[in-house]
């Protein structure tokens, strides 16, 4: 009776007693903190500050990253640089365009080359002062300056034919002498002369330009006008005429090579020689008697 009596005792105490412990602990959570209930919107808003918190944290790892990959490029930088540092250098003045050595020197790495082969020496040919001028004006070479009142105008007298060469071009071409006072009216001897007239000039033309006469083998600088002017190849030689060339009108005609390609004749002077029209000298003319000249 007994021993039945201990046993229903004990098994009823051990129900008991672990009730009791969660019956307590039970109010002391609900006496401590009492439940909370989150809305939808504050759900929401929670999810949303996580995931910014989760990116804040992620650029803060990269930027720690990125600074160590800094840190350690750097730290490479500098050992090159201390490696180079400790080679051999040897420093030159350079100089500037002057030649006064103030430009700040540039560092040269001295480094062993291999013997450059040796190269055959160029020849150098030098040219004298006379060859040079020879080339610079060779049209002035033994080319004499005559004045026209003097000689020129018994040099190249009226009937004489003389070769006529362009300073410029150097083209050469046949004249004769036909007729002029105070200075020489001239024709082409052929058409072939006047087409090389006309090559020279552009065409007839009164533009002065510097020429050389060759006749009896000597040399004389000259100007030349390539307009053809006073004159008709179709009509007589100093045959009382219309038309005559350049607006010239009427009066003798003033041609005298005829089928040569020109009507009229054309101008040449010498030093001192002046215009028909006015008896006064041409500035241009002159001038380029002394270009002929080498003056």
């Known amino acids: 009776m007994n021993k039945r009596f201990i046993a229903y005792y004990l098994l009823t105490l051990s129900l008991t007693v672990p009730s009791q412990l969660a019956l307590r602990n039970l109010q002391t959570v609900s006496e401590t903190k009492p439940v909370e209930y989150v809305s939808a919107k504050q759900d929401t808003q929670m999810i949303e500050d996580n995931l ?17 990959n800094v840190k350690e490029s750097t730290l490479a930088t500098v050992a090159v ?17 002057g030649g006064t050595g103030l430009t700040k020197p540039q560092p040269q790495t001295k480094t062993t080359e291999k013997p450059a ?7 150098q040919t030098t040219v004298s002062s006379s060859t040079a001028q020879k080339k610079q004006s060779t049209y002035s070479s033994n080319v004499e300056l ?17 070769e006529i060469k362009d300073v410029y071009t150097g083209k050469t071409f046949m004249a004769k002498r036909t007729m002029g006072t105070n200075h020489a009216d001239t024709e082409a001897l052929t058409k072939k002369d006047t087409d090389i007239i006309k090559s ?3 065409g007839f033309s009164w533009a002065r330009r510097p020429v050389i006469l060759t006749i009896n083998g000597k040399r004389y600088a000259a100007s030349m006008s ?16 219309n038309n005559r060339s ?7 005609n003033l041609d005298v090579i005829k089928g040569n390609g020109m ?15 006015d008896g006064q000298e041409d500035s241009q003319h002159q001038a380029a008697v002394l270009k002929a000249a080498g003056k």
Do not use: C
């Open 52 to 68: 910014l918190l989760t990116q804040q944290q992620k650029i803060l790892e990269e930027k720690k990253q990125e600074e160590t």
């Open 81 to 97: 640089n201390s490696v180079s540092t400790n080679k051999e250098v040897k420093t030159t003045p350079s100089l500037s365009r």
């Open 117 to 123: 082969e040796k190269k055959q020496p160029v020849k």
């Open 146 to 162: 005559v004045d026209w009142w003097k000689s020129g105008r018994t040099v190249f007298s009226v009937g004489t034919v003389a």
């Open 200 to 202: 020279i000039w552009g």
């Open 226 to 241: 390539a307009m053809p002017h006073a004159g008709l190849d179709s009509q007589p030689a100093y045959a009382v005429v």
């Open 246 to 252: 350049d607006g010239y009108g009427r009066g003798e």
């Open 263 to 277: 009507d009229g004749h054309f101008d040449i002077h010498f030093l001192n020689s002046t215009r028909h029209k």
